[in-house]
């Protein structure tokens, strides 16, 4: 490495948790490839605290207003979606962190800045101090607020992604399809350098019941599974303690279902289950085809998790429901069906790109090699 100690900055965001894991996904393979001056940065929540704060709760209970027909941020997404990135909205978005922002690249002086999440500020701001900028999008689909015509390079999930961006008009050695970072221990498992492990139960359906949304259907959901009889359920509630507590409780009685709370070997238990249930982000998204574990997408909301889901569902990896009838109906037809079963897990392997995270490190080193240094 020509730059001998280089530094690089990782930007992200609370907005769910796929933004942070793919930034620490990131953090961890550049320290394991030598570089360890690198900083992780919340933008937002540095930069506007009060704001944040309000903007992630609002993210955080617009599943539930979805529900009851106030989904403003699925409007939000729409409405915005092709917009350029000079119209009023993405400029206003541009400003956001741009005085915080400046000051930390005056603090840290990095080399390279990652944006793991669309901050518009990040391209203008190292541009104007002629640092390199790069971008991981972290969904299947595209949004305006990705896109900036200063960002050095995009690393993507699919080919179809990259030709929607370079669309846009980027040059093709600007956007490479990496696929999306994820944590080692999927990366190892789906390399079968882990430990072998081997399905438990032939027929365990797993439920990620987590996300807050998750409250206002996992009951009725649960009570068609368990009523089916012919599957071992696991919930994995994540920090939902109430939750947890509200079904161990609720369904006592049912010797087929386990109830989780937050586990830190989830990689496991995905291996040992025969398809998994869950909400429409990313990182598990990408997690789930990493380990050719057939999804189930419930009622997505709308938005990139709605844009997630149609995208894998036209890729015949994913099946995609609206109602818990539609649900148990799709799921005794895969998981009866082993012809079918082989079918998406061969389609899951082109789709599958592993060691997203060491591909992307690699190549911004190098793009770091070859800079010339500009002093700040």
């Given at each position: 490495?020509?730059?001998?100690n280089?530094r690089v ?7 769910g948790?796929?933004h ?5 996904a990131?953090?961890?393979q ?7 001056q ?5 933008l937002?929540?540095?930069?506007h ?18 529900r ?8 939000s ?45 990040a391209p ?20 305006s607020?990705?896109i ?51 399905q438990a ?5 797993l ?32 920090r ?36 998994i ?14 380990l ?19 995208y894998l569902?036209?890729?015949g ?8 009838e539609?649900l ?15 079918a998406?897990?061969?389609?899951m ?28």
């Amino acid at each position: 490495m020509s730059n001998v100690n280089p530094r690089v900055l990782i930007l992200t965001a609370s907005y769910g948790n796929g933004h942070i894991q793919a930034s620490q996904a990131i953090q961890q393979q550049f320290i394991k490839q030598g570089v360890d001056q690198v900083s992780v940065i919340d933008l937002m929540k540095e930069g506007h605290p009060f704001l944040n704060k309000i903007t992630t709760s609002l993210y955080k209970k617009s599943p539930q207003s979805s529900r009851i027909g106030l989904d403003y941020y699925g409007w939000s997404y729409y409405l915005t979606r092709e917009t350029k990135h000079t119209a009023l909205f993405n400029r206003s978005m541009q400003a956001l962190g741009r005085k915080k922002l400046t000051e930390v690249i005056h603090q840290i002086r990095p080399d390279a800045v990652v944006n793991a999440f669309p901050f518009g500020a990040a391209p203008e701001v190292c541009s104007t101090l002629g640092i390199q900028n790069f971008t991981v999008i972290t969904d299947y689909a595209l949004h305006s607020t990705w896109i900036h015509p200063y960002v050095d390079k995009y690393y993507v999930a699919t080919d179809d992604l990259k030709e929607d961006i370079i669309s846009k008009g980027f040059a093709k050695d600007r956007v490479k399809v990496s696929g999306i970072p994820i944590r080692k221990d999927f990366d190892e498992l789906s390399s079968g350098r882990a430990a072998s492990v081997k399905q438990a139960h032939k027929k365990t359906v797993l439920v990620m019941a987590a996300d807050s949304g998750a409250v206002s259907y996992i009951e009725e959901m649960l009570q068609v599974l368990l009523f089916m009889g012919e599957y071992r359920v696991v919930v994995v509630c994540g920090r939902n303690e109430k939750l947890k507590q509200r079904l161990e409780i609720q369904f006592a009685a049912y010797f087929n279902l386990e109830v989780l709370g937050y586990i830190e070997n989830i990689h496991e238990l995905m291996s040992l289950s025969s398809c998994i249930i869950t909400k429409a982000g990313g990182l598990t998204l990408t997690e789930a085809i990493a380990l050719r574990l057939p999804i189930f997408i419930y009622r997505p909301y709308a938005g990139q998790e709605r844009e997630n889901a149609l995208y894998l569902t036209s890729r015949g990896v994913a099946s995609m429901s609206n109602n818990v009838e539609e649900l148990s109906a799709q799921i005794r037809f895969v998981l009866s069906n082993p012809g079918l079963i082989e079918a998406i897990k061969s389609r899951m392997v082109s789709l599958q790109r592993k060691h997203a995270s060491a591909l992307i490190v690699s190549d911004i080193i190098q793009s770091i090699d070859q800079q010339v240094p500009v002093s700040m």
